[in-house]
């Protein structure tokens, strides 16, 4: 008979309790719940300096006292990191509403960012336009909301996309910011220059044209140009 000799080997883990330094939690929870200034830097992000639209003069004004901020916390070598180009940008002055007829009453609306100006005050009639989703938008601004993010896309990758819509028969918007260099809220000219060529072939049936060329006609339903 032959003897199997199991060896177990066990080791004993002294746990030494955790020496906390309760003068130090107590500092730190006192900062959190006593003086702390979220709701003031919030405020002054979002209220004050809001709404921080790319590029605008509220979007500096804001970075300028979140650098001064930083400055007076003690933080050294604070900075603005330079990007772009950016390309234009967009602020309102002033914006009102009202209903004349039958009786005066303020209605609450807001303007869409880069809606461009009224030439003075205008007057018209009321439109009811129930809206129950994205889709019942206008079709600039559901092209915005649902076209494929241009930015930073390379010419292969949108290939691809413009192929396998062509494929498919269906519609693929593309929405950028800005043409340069290829970055963030950036389209590379090499990347228009590809899907112009590939779109301006016959052989590819491809419709290439602006947002509004597109809207109006799928309003008037006429035959797209080739």
Do not use: C
Not at 4 to 17: C, I, K, P, R, Y
Not at 27 to 39: L, N, P, T, V
Not at 105 to 129: H, K, N, R, S
Not at 173 to 192: E, L
Request: hydrophobic share 45%; proline share 6%; glycine share 8%.
């Amino acid at each position: 008979m032959k003897r199997v000799t199991l060896l177990l080997f066990f080791a004993s883990l002294g746990l030494a309790a955790e020496n906390v330094d309760l003068t130090a939690v107590h500092r730190i929870r006192a900062e959190a719940f006593d003086r702390s200034k979220i709701s003031d830097h919030m405020f002054y992000l979002s209220d004050y300096y809001g709404p921080l639209v790319t590029n605008s003069s509220n979007f500096r004004k804001a970075a300028d006292w979140a650098m001064g901020r930083l400055k007076e916390y003690g933080l050294e070598n604070v900075r603005k990191e330079p990007w772009g180009p950016f390309g234009r940008t967009w602020e309102i002055d002033y914006f009102s509403a009202h209903m004349v007829e039958p009786n005066y009453a303020p209605l609450i609306g807001f303007a869409l960012a880069y809606t461009q100006a009224t030439d003075g005050p205008l007057t018209a009639e009321a439109v009811l336009a129930p809206m129950a989703g994205v889709t019942d938008l206008p079709f600039r601004v559901r092209a915005q909301a649902m076209g494929a993010p241009f930015d930073d896309m390379g010419p292969e990758q949108a290939l691809k996309l413009v192929k396998d819509a062509a494929e498919q028969g269906r519609w693929v918007i593309f929405v950028g910011h800005d043409i340069g260099p290829r970055r963030f809220q950036s389209v590379d000219p090499a990347t228009i220059e590809a899907i112009a060529a590939y779109a301006k072939d016959p052989a590819h049936g491809i419709w290439l044209d602006t947002a509004g060329a597109v809207a109006r006609h799928l309003a008037g339903r006429t035959q797209p140009r080739r």
